[in-house]
């Protein structure tokens, strides 16, 4: 999922979540990133456990803070 900071086809994404159940050497993974002027930004993993399973519903809230985004599962 991302978030984009100005219209899609855009470079600059302002946030990007990404779940990751088996992909390549990345297995229950978390990733939180951003994206400026084409030039992705240091990812994000740490977690403190994996709340997500195959199939399963989840919600999730995103709060939008002057300087952060803050995600709730």
Known sequence: ????ETP?????????FDV??????????IIR????RSTWGSEERHK???PFRPQANFDLMILCDAH?????L
Do not use: L, W
């Not at 899609?8 to 990007?16: E, L, M, N, T």
């Not at 990133?33 to 400026?36: A, P």
């Open 1 to 4: 999922m991302n978030i984009q």
């Open 8 to 16: 899609a086809g855009s470079s600059d994404i302002a946030f990007h």
């Open 20 to 29: 990751r159940f088996n992909c390549g050497n990345c297995v229950n993974e």
């Open 33 to 36: 990133n951003s994206q400026s």
């Open 48 to 50: 403190p456990f994996f």
């Open 68 to 72: 952060a985004f803050k995600v709730s």
